[in-house]
Each structure stands twice: as C-alpha cells, then as structure tokens.
C-alpha cells in the first residue's frame, strides 16, 4: 500500500482531495497549521518522518489582490513552499504534485483557450509568485505533475473554509442581496469535485511528467457564472454587472483566461458540473 500526503487540505481543493482519495491507499491530510511549508526544516523533517510515495502541495496564498501589498508572503508560500517541497520529495524519491493558476498567462489570447504549450507571462505578483513556485518544482525533482487550474468552486473545506464564488452568489440571493459580478474577465469556472476526480485518475496512471491543465470545459464571465448560481438555483436576485477596472483591485488580471488541454484530461462542460453542484444544496 502507497502512502499519499496532502497538504493544504483545510482549502477547497485540498479537502475535495483528501476526501476523494483512493480508498485503498494510506491518506494522510495535513492542514496548514500542521504543516507550514515556508519551513524548510519543518518540510524536511515532516517529509522523511511520514514517508509518503506521493506529496499533493495544495497549501497556497490566493489572495490576488492581497498579494501586491504581501509580495514575500506570497512568495514564500507559494514558490520558495513549494521549492521546499518539491525537494524534500527529490530526496526521499516521492512523486510531487503542484497546483497552479491561469494566472500565469495574460489574457492576450483573446478567443482560444490557454493550452501547456502556451508561453506563461503573468500580470500580478500572484501569478508571478506560482510561476516561479512551477519553476523551482521542475528544477527541484524529476518526479512532478504541475497542474493548472481555475476558478474553483464546490465544498467547502474543513471548517468551512474555501467557500468560493458560487457560495458567496448563493449566500447573497438567498438574503435577497444585490451582488455585484464582473463582466469582462473570462475563465473557466471548475468544480473541485471533478477536479480531485481527473486529478487522481492522472496519478493511478501516471502518464509522463509535466505540466497539466485540468479544467472544467468552456468558458464564461464571471457575471455569467453568478447569473447562471441564480437561475440554476432557481432564486431571485440581482446579479448587477460591473467592468473590471471600476473595482479597483490593486492586481492586473488578464480578462482572458480559459484553459484547455493538448494532453487528453477533459472535464465535462463548467455547465453541467455546476448544475450537479447545485442540486446537493
């Protein structure tokens, strides 16, 4: 029996992961409390205690807009973490698995969605700081799978972390609240479910290593996405558009940002799986 190790899984992903694991395998899920991966002892340490044959890095500072005022915070977590990682997995012989962002890209491939072949230039510090955690984990072990993805949504994590955007939607329809969605910046919403599904299904048959894109297929705006939770949900609410550069952020986003895939992990339609999504609430 294999021993797998995921980190991060209080987030959205990371417990979608954990609590879709193969149940013929020893899990361990360890939460960012327990494990600080900006520790490089720590890491080390942890790693060659447990022993694991598969490390899946979900651990991750997501704060877009957060990040251009935390640029070491964000860096530490989610490259120089990563690097750590990814190390100590080199040196035990593990396999490491790192999730990453359509935010490395642009948005200047206005009309066809990102593929692996793509040249990465990311817009914000956020971005930056997961393209340079993709680049120390190739540099760091021969045994990895880089997986980007985008725009999460699903269960929650453990202790409710994680809500995501379709949560919030949902939380403000039902109040009867305006909510206020962007229309100008496109992605690929994609639903943690059946992204921990097609995720484990690429490490039960571990095709070559590299860098993967697993999202949800097609492409929506965020206000699509908000106004689609309303109708699906059959609720009546306001979803009330707004440009990206009225908010204000203090991150750049590309306004594209679909992806897909040359490397044969399709999901089905972001559509469908919301609509499954919500029906279990």
């Not at 809500?163 to 009867?176: M, T």
Request: hydrophobic fraction near 40%; proline fraction near 5%; charged fraction near 25%.
């Amino acid at each position: 029996m294999s021993r797998y190790l995921v980190l991060g899984a209080t987030g959205l992903l990371g417990g979608e992961l954990a609590r879709r694991a193969p149940a013929d395998q020893e899990m361990i899920a360890l939460t960012s409390g327990e494990l600080d991966i900006r520790n490089r002892d720590d890491v080390f340490k942890a790693l060659d205690n447990m022993t694991p044959d598969l490390v899946i890095n979900c651990a991750g500072y997501a704060g877009v807009d957060d990040a251009e005022r935390e640029v070491e915070k964000a860096f530490l977590v989610n490259a120089y973490g990563a690097r750590y990682v990814a190390e100590a997995c080199s040196r035990s012989g593990a396999t490491v698995v790192y999730f990453s962002t359509d935010y490395v890209f642009d948005g200047r491939k206005a009309g066809q969605p990102y593929v692996e072949g793509d040249n990465p230039a990311p817009l914000n510090t956020y971005g930056l700081s997961k393209l340079t955690g993709e680049f120390f984990v190739r540099n760091a072990s021969p045994n990895y799978y880089i997986v980007r993805t985008a725009s999460l949504f699903g269960k929650p994590g453990t202790g409710g972390r994680g809500a995501g955007f379709v949560q919030r939607v949902l939380e403000a329809a039902r109040k009867g609240d305006r909510f206020t969605a962007v229309t100008d910046l496109v992605m690929s919403p994609t639903y943690t479910a059946d992204l921990a599904d097609f995720a484990w299904k690429m490490l039960k048959e571990r095709p070559e290593c590299g860098i993967y894109h697993m999202v949800n297929e097609g492409w929506c705006s965020w206000h699509d996405l908000a106004c689609a939770v309303v109708k699906e949900a059959g609720l009546d609410a306001e979803i009330a558009p707004v440009m990206h550069a009225d908010l204000q952020g203090r991150a750049r986003r590309p306004l594209w940002s679909p992806l897909s895939t040359d490397r044969g992990y399709h999901m089905r339609p972001w559509n469908e799986a919301l609509k499954e999504f919500l029906s279990s609430k």
